[in-house]
């Protein structure tokens, strides 16, 4: 069976501070790993994903993660966070061999909160 | 593009009655989801479908039943509405192909109460 741990229920940075957001998984094989933002009152966002090559993938609004396979990690990362960077962020992982097995797996996500 | 919408966006129930929350992409996507989402629960796979036609359970499927008669269209009822199914509801779609790598794209939710 596959997992998602977001150890961090909510993590507070001050603005123009780093951001990490932290995300280990469980899945037989090899994982394709996501990252899903979520606004107030609004559907998920996809922010960046990991599928296969350099483990640091770039995304969306200067966001970045880093895949760690001997840790099972993908941690979410910010140089610099921003005021908007504010949302709930979830960490999803799917086997990369399908074989029927459609499920998407996500993690229980972690509230950003940037204070200005 | 509208992308994926979902139809309605609020809904109040009393306890035992029915009914449908659509699903509409325009993407031309094969495969579609419904989710539950819970506080402190992240999001939960209900049914999802790979096909025109073709529904499959997911990880909460009892008490949801789902049709997609048409590949535009992913349609969950709800035939007698219970307490514990109070949640927000996400749709999904994706492209999908076998051992695909593409995303998946999310409608804005209908946000359901069961009283």
């Known amino acids: 069976a596959q997992s998602v741990a977001q150890p961090e229920d909510q993590v507070n940075v001050a603005e123009g501070n780093p951001l990490t957001v932290k995300c280990t998984y469980s899945?037989?094989?090899?994982?394709?790993l996501f990252w899903y933002v979520q606004y107030p009152n609004r559907g998920l966002q996809f922010l960046l994903k990991?599928?296969?090559?350099?483990?640091l993938v770039k995304g969306s609004y200067g966001f970045e993660a880093e895949f760690n396979k001997s840790q099972t990690s993908f941690h979410l990362k910010k140089p610099s966070a921003l005021v908007s960077d504010s949302a709930l962020y979830f960490c999803?992982?799917?086997?990369?061999?399908?074989?029927?097995?459609?499920?998407?797996?996500f993690g229980t996500g972690t509230r950003l909160t940037i204070i200005p | 593009n509208a992308g994926v919408t979902q139809t309605p966006k609020f809904r109040v129930l009393k306890t035992g009655q029915s009914m449908t929350l659509l699903c509409a992409q325009d993407?031309?996507?094969?495969?579609m989801y419904w989710y539950r989402q819970d506080p402190g629960m992240g999001l939960r796979l209900i049914h999802y479908s790979v096909g025109e036609g073709t529904t499959a359970k997911g990880e909460v499927p009892d008490g949801y039943n789902v049709s997609r008669l048409k590949k535009q269209n992913f349609l969950l009822g709800l035939e007698s509405a219970a307490p514990s199914q109070t949640s927000v509801y996400f749709c999904?779609?994706?492209?999908?192909?076998?051992?695909?790598?593409?995303?998946?794209?999310f409608g804005p939710g209908t946000r359901l109460t069961v009283l």
């Open positions: 899945v037989s094989g090899n994982p394709y």
């Open positions: 999803a992982v799917r086997p990369s061999l399908n074989f029927g097995n459609e499920k998407l797996t």
């Open positions: 990991y599928i296969t090559g350099d483990n």
């Open positions: 993407m031309n996507h094969e495969y």
């Open positions: 999904a779609s994706r492209r999908g192909r076998e051992r695909s790598t593409d995303t998946q794209y």
